[in-house]
């Protein structure tokens, strides 16, 4: 099941097309043989632009041009990233054959730096989901065992990059989409601080939340990856007003006298086993290295999953308001009324997560309930919000798993969303707060449903506000004390 | 859909026609008690004290501005292109006043 980037990642495979080991178009075709070979399994991608990514790769090598630090690489891109003139539909019904008419930010710069993408990946309707399920067209599958959940929203672009069909993938981060899925298929995803990436043309979800995350196999390439993607941009107002880091300026940093505060509440009494221990081996490869362990609390733990999905929901239920059959994809006629439209367009165009999202976030929002909830969810991020503050008071990174279980089978949780809502409780935290945080693959354990089997774990550290370099090089630190993330799923296939 | 438990399915419907989703009465039926039960789950915010407490709506940003000057905007033609029914350089729906046609 492993394609054509295992054992070389985006710094390596850069370094080999740079002094003439591997041709840009060799690059691109045998990632795109790979994609079109596996996707009827996996359902990574949507659509493969075979076509337009030749094409970009024949002009990278045509050009004169000093080879950009992204030079060849081939990328893929979240379905809710608009990249001109390709189908951008969010997994949706309703956005079924839209085509974008203008380019996010994000995937300009990939492709200024020399990026060749290579097609657009599944995803959860709207970037809605913890599994993949919530897909209009079909789930992307856990290529570690394909009877299983990859993890979501941004579950395609996970997939691809574990399966080394692609050594880099853009997805978007609102409560733990590139976070969980990187977890739960063995590899690296990063959410930026809020406002570090540009959201222009990302499609929008919860707008105080999204941010534009990489996928990678290596922490160096998250690195890089930011530093191309980062950076100001006018046309995003909540974008910070912070220069893009430099990709490996952390030579010679080491761990020694770190402080990692591990959040009692992040490790519960009901964690899965297998996921405990794997991160409490990574707590001690950091200790080994010099690092002292710190226990913190973040006291109001408990109340980030209802803060998270009450304000998630009630953003969702606005910016969602757009899609009404009017400037966008599909339209239903109703009886031949414009509010019948509206109504029949969105009934039959949205899936059932999505027409749940929009009914909490609409009642959240609601006159009569709005202080009740939307109010109380704000002031609640709030405390959320000073959790962290007091915590970073005591250390430098914090340290907990990123996902309570392994991958779970297809179709387990469907049918109950409170414990779909559930698989994001040590995720959405950080979200809340806007801080960076990110996933590495910290070990395997086997799910509760099969003790023979061995999934991949994952551990987030997360930094505070503004801190995405420093978090990024314990990141690479830890990495050279293990060796899970060689690791590329072989088989699986129940 | 309400904090009462023994709300009625009309709070899905009246929520339903506010998000202008035209659900069948088979989803209302289906999606009251699923809400009932997030909303319940959600019940834990009710209990918190937030006395004194300001609202986060974002994660601490500040009002930007720009000189108030000109700028090229998008040509129309390929957004129209993309509308499910467009008329000259307008999107084209059905009437909103005074009848249907």
Not at chain 1, 170 to 181: A, E, M, Y
Not at chain 1, 260 to 289: I, M, N, S, Y
Not at chain 1, 382 to 410: G, I, M, N, Q, W
Not at chain 1, 419 to 431: E, G, K, N, P, R
Request: proline share 7%; glycine share 10%.
């Amino acid at each position: 099941m492993s394609g054509p980037f295992e054992g070389i990642d985006a710094t390596g495979l850069r370094e080999a097309i740079l002094s003439g080991e591997r041709g840009v178009r060799e690059t691109t075709e045998a990632c795109l043989d790979a994609i079109e070979a596996s996707n009827d399994e996996l359902g990574a991608f949507l659509t493969i632009e075979r076509e337009s990514a030749l094409q970009c790769a024949e002009e990278l090598e045509r050009t004169d041009a000093e080879p950009g630090p992204l030079h060849g690489i081939p990328v893929a891109l979240k379905a809710n990233l608009c990249w001109e003139g390709h189908e951008t539909n969010c997994a949706s019904r309703l956005l079924e054959g839209w085509r974008a008419p203008y380019t996010a930010t994000c995937v300009e710069r990939l492709l200024a730096a020399g990026a060749v993408p290579v097609g657009v990946t599944n995803m959860d309707e709207f970037a809605m989901g913890s599994s993949g399920e919530n897909s209009a067209f079909g789930p992307a599958r856990n290529p570690w065992d394909s009877t299983r959940i990859p993890g979501g929203s941004s579950s395609g672009s996970a997939v691809a990059v574990a399966a080394r069909l692609v050594p880099l993938a853009l997805g978007s981060d609102t409560g733990g989409s590139v976070r969980q899925p990187a977890a739960l298929c063995g590899i690296y995803g990063f959410k930026p601080t809020y406002g570090r990436v540009s959201r222009y043309g990302l499609v929008a979800f919860g707008s105080s939340l999204d941010q534009v995350s990489p996928f990678a196999t290596s922490a160096r390439d998250l690195a890089l990856c930011l530093s191309v993607i980062a950076g100001h941009d006018p046309r995003d107002s909540t974008s910070l007003k912070l220069a893009a880091p430099s990709a490996g300026a952390n030579d010679g940093a080491s761990l020694s006298g770190l402080r990692v505060g591990v959040p009692k509440e992040h490790f519960p009494p009901e964690l899965e086993g297998g996921t405990r221990t794997a991160c409490e081996e990574a707590l001690a490869r950091l200790t080994a290295q010099g690092c002292e362990l710190v226990e913190v609390s973040l006291p109001h733990a408990r109340y980030a999953i209802p803060t998270y999905y009450v304000v998630a929901t009630a953003e969702a239920s606005s910016n969602l308001a757009r899609f009404d059959g009017v400037a966008y994809g599909q339209r239903v006629d109703g009886d031949g009324s414009l509010q019948s439209m509206f109504a029949a367009t969105r009934n039959a165009g949205f899936g059932a997560e999505v027409k749940r999202r929009i009914l909490i976030g609409t009642y959240a929002l609601s006159a009569g309930y709005q202080d009740e909830w939307y109010g109380r969810a704000t002031r609640a991020r709030t405390l959320l919000r000073h959790d962290y503050e007091e915590a970073f008071k005591r250390c430098d990174v914090l340290a907990a798993p990123t996902s309570p279980p392994v991958a779970f089978p297809l179709g387990e949780r469907a049918d109950d969303p409170v414990s779909m809502y559930l698989a994001d409780i040590l995720t959405v935290s950080a979200s809340l707060a806007g801080l960076p945080a990110v996933s590495v693959p910290a070990g395997f354990a086997a799910p509760v449903d099969d003790p023979e089997a061995s999934l991949p774990v994952g551990l987030q550290l997360t930094g505070p506000h503004s801190g995405d370099e420093r978090l990024l090089e314990v990141a690479q630190l830890l990495e050279a004390t293990g060796d899970h993330h060689t690791k590329a799923p072989t088989g699986g296939v129940a | 859909m309400s904090n009462n438990p023994s709300s009625t399915p009309s709070h899905v419907r009246e929520t339903a026609d506010l998000a202008r989703l035209g659900l069948t009465d088979e989803e209302c039926a289906r999606l009251e008690p699923e809400l009932d039960k997030i909303l319940d789950h959600f019940k834990a915010l009710q209990e918190l004290d937030l006395e004194g407490v300001e609202g986060t709506a974002t994660g601490g940003l500040q009002d930007v501005t720009r000189p108030d000057e000109p700028e090229a905007s998008m040509d129309p033609e390929p957004l129209l292109e993309q509308a499910p029914r467009a008329v000259d350089e307008h999107y084209q729906v059905p009437r909103a006043v005074g009848g249907t046609e």
